[in-house]
């Protein structure tokens, strides 16, 4: 595991930024795997201004997203698909067709995770894969249970992650207590990943994430198992990481 430590969220951000444009310039038609949340949000936001700028063409690329909440519509504000649209998306010049995210509406939501694992096959695979990381060592929304989902599937959110997730919404009672999340066999088939973590309440799960014995009690220390991971770190997120 790679561990680049920045000053701040803001380098973490453009730390970040560059390693998906620079994985672009090498390979215009990237496939690039996707996460929403808070964290990412920088990144998006300097992915934008580089193409803004004429640094960095998404024409050719396709992505997939990790997540999306069961049966919440891709138009409510707190849908994945429109903090998507809203927050990268309708700024770059990626093709719709080759935006995917799974559909937590689907009347068939089994049927839906066969075909969105098989659209990412079809692509050829995750070249790069990016990913945020739960208080409680989640990634994509594969909680820290007795045994952890290996194919995209549908799964229940924890009280945990519900409660985090409330800060977005205006009641517990709203948050979906359930989500569409790839698994962790096809998030460990990516070729390269990058996860980003920034701040204090991230510090204890990046901790287990590195320094930890591989366990679904936290889903992201199973990235010891890949060999090509990096975690982008603000100070505060690092802060627990023993030598
Ligand atoms: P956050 O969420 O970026 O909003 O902290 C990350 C996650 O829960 O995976």
Redesign the pocket.
Known sequence: MRIIVEEDYQSMSKKAALLVAGQVLLKADTVLGL?T????LGMYKELVRMYQEGEVDFSAVKTFNLDEYYLLPPDDLQSYHYFMQENFFKHINIRAENIHLPDGMAADIEEECMQYEKAIEASGGIDLQVL???ENG??GFNEPAESLNVYTGLVNLTEE?IK?NSRFFSSMEEVPQKALTVGMGTILKARRIILLASGEKKAKAIRDTVCGQVTTQVPSSFLQLHPDVTLILDQAAASLIVD
């Open positions: 996460a949340g808070s964290t990412p945020g990381i739960g989640h990634i992650t985090v």
